[in-house]
């Protein structure tokens, strides 16, 4: 996982294929899941928060999963001894989001499909990467969401909702998306 890791940090679209290659003796979901993990370690890398997010220079970033968790543990082990910007990173699971007190990206299972709208409502005003994969995402108003396109994971952003929650994404991240709107 680790030759992953060093390889995906530069987000270079050939690598998805090599990947592929790679992991094509794991089930599709195993493989859908661990490339998922590896865009969530890559997030922290190419989003900037505001300063007054972190406590202190060695507060962590927090990758938050909320509703069941489609990793086991693929994103631990993706964001183990990892830094960003300076910053280590953590994995936290929540079953709400009255849960939620510090989180920086917050990976919303399909599981919380049914309640994407009050769920994201209620993270409205937070300085929090919202990303999914599930089919309504996008319309209520989430950021970064994972679309399947030929058996490959590609993303979609949501650059307004971005903005409004005070975040910034690298123009490297926003050239291997897809830029959508909610309307």
Request: proline share 4%.
């Amino acid at each position: 996982m680790s030759i992953l890791k060093g390889l995906y940090k530069s987000l270079h679209p050939l690598l998805l294929v090599w990947l592929g290659l790679i992991l094509s003796s794991q089930s599709p979901s195993n493989r859908e899941y661990q490339v998922k993990a590896v865009f969530l370690f890559n997030f922290t890398q190419f989003v900037e928060w505001p300063d007054n997010v972190f406590q202190t220079g060695q507060t962590p970033i927090e990758i938050g999963i909320l509703g069941q968790d489609p990793f086991g543990s693929y994103l631990d082990q993706t964001i183990a001894g990892e830094k960003a910007n300076g910053h280590s990173l953590i994995v936290r699971r929540y079953r709400n989001i009255d849960e939620i007190r510090t989180c920086h990206i917050l990976f919303i299972s399909k599981s919380e499909a049914n309640d994407m709208g009050p769920i994201l409502s209620g993270l409205k005003g937070r300085n929090i990467l919202t990303v999914s994969d599930a089919g309504n995402f996008i319309q209520e108003g989430g950021m970064v969401k994972f679309i399947t396109v030929n058996n490959k994971i590609k993303l979609q952003i949501n650059p307004e909702a971005v903005k409004n929650a005070g975040l910034t994404i690298s123009s490297k991240l926003l050239t291997l998306a897809e830029i959508v709107s909610p309307k």
